[in-house]
């Protein structure tokens, strides 16, 4: 009979081989930074909307372009922070069943009941379609996981779903990344747009001061004077062309800032579809655990993945 201590110990259950570390990773208390996860999805999507449209007044059509790109992507975030929140949920439910005293009949529907919650939430948050997630698959599911004579059995039923909406959901993060690299595009399309005027006339500038180097060049090699002595233009052009350092410098300060702040967001979301899929293995080394009569009791996974995913705005 599997033990099902009430104690909290620490676990070694992610190797080297699972996140990439050279010693194994103890896991302990995942639930709380499983929110502190999905806080800081939900900050990263909210902050890159206000970088996105900070540099465009709120009338201009470069602004409204921005914020039609950008809408999309802000719901994609929202619909990861509920399912985030949702894994977790369920995360919270198991332990409670694990760390009961109840009849295994009774642990069997409590984990029918985990299951359903995680399957509901998700399926209402709209972003069911992207993890493979059906009404008729998840009624299928429950099901069977209520024919089931023990909590093992429960969670073995479960393992496959988990895995499969753990692995749509490392997809969906891949595809928001790729979003967000089109929407930084349209940022800064539209960054130039703004400055388009300076631009055209900074590069005019820069094209006569070439051309009056050219002349002042061959000149000085001894070529026939054709015009008058293009030295008086050529300071008036140089001044020109300093006197534009100053917005030249707020135009690249703008792309910057954009750039960087997109940079941070798609860094983030590839590290939670790394997060999510460490999530799923580890559901299943959890089972596994169990069936071995390990006494293996704690769910709550990943301390170390979450700490390195969260900005300390939200730690």
């Known amino acids: 009979m599997v033990v099902y201590a009430r104690m909290r110990f620490s676990v070694i ?22 929110m502190r996860l999905a ?5 990263s999507g909210a902050t890159l909307q206000v970088q996105a449209r900070a540099h465009f007044t709120p009338d201009s059509p470069e602004f409204l372009s921005v914020s039609l790109t950008g809408r999309n992507i802000e719901n994609e975030f929202a619909r990861q922070v509920i399912a985030w929140k949702a894994l977790d949920a369920y995360a919270s439910d198991v332990q409670r069943v694990l760390d009961g005293h109840e009849m295994e009949s009774e642990r069997v529907k409590q984990m029918a009941l985990a ?5 509901r939430h998700l399926l209402q948050s709209g ?14 599911t429950v099901q069977e996981i209520l024919a ?16 499969i909406l753990c692995t749509h959901l490392a997809a969906a993060c891949k595809q928001l990344e790729l979003e967000l690299d089109d929407w930084l595009d349209t940022c800064l399309r539209q960054i130039d747009s703004k400055w388009h005027t300076s631009l055209n006339g900074y590069a005019v500038l820069l094209a006569r001061k070439r051309d009056l180097e050219t002349i002042i060049a061959a000149q000085a090699a001894g070529a026939a004077m054709r015009e008058g ?17 100053g917005w ?5 300060e703008e792309q910057t800032s954009v750039a960087l702040a997109f940079r941070d967001a ?29 006494g293996f009791v704690n769910i709550r996974l990943l301390e170390a993945s979450a700490n390195e995913l969260a900005p300390a705005s939200v730690k």
């Not at 806080?39 to 900050?43: F, G, H, K, R, Y």
């Not at 300071?235 to 020109?240: D, N």
């Not at 460490?278 to 655990?289: V, Y």
């Open 266 to 294: 798609r860094s983030h979301v590839r590290k939670t579809a790394h997060a999510v899929l460490e999530w799923g293995i580890a559901h299943r080394e959890i089972t596994k655990a169990m069936r071995s009569d390990s």
């Open 39 to 43: 806080s800081a999805l939900e900050l």
């Open 148 to 163: 089931t004579k023990s909590m093992v059995s429960a969670l073995e039923v479960a393992q496959p779903a988990v895995s």
């Open 13 to 34: 259950l992610l190797t080297a081989g699972l996140i990439g570390c050279s010693t194994p990773v103890t896991t302990q208390a995942w639930g709380e930074n499983t």
């Open 127 to 140: 972003i069911a379609g992207k993890l493979g997630l059906t009404v008729e698959r998840h009624r299928t």
């Open 229 to 245: 002595d293009p030295s008086g233009e050529l300071l008036k052009v140089e001044t020109l062309v300093r006197n534009s350092e």
């Open 115 to 119: 299951f359903h919650d995680l399957h």
């Open 248 to 252: 030249r410098s707020l135009y690249a």
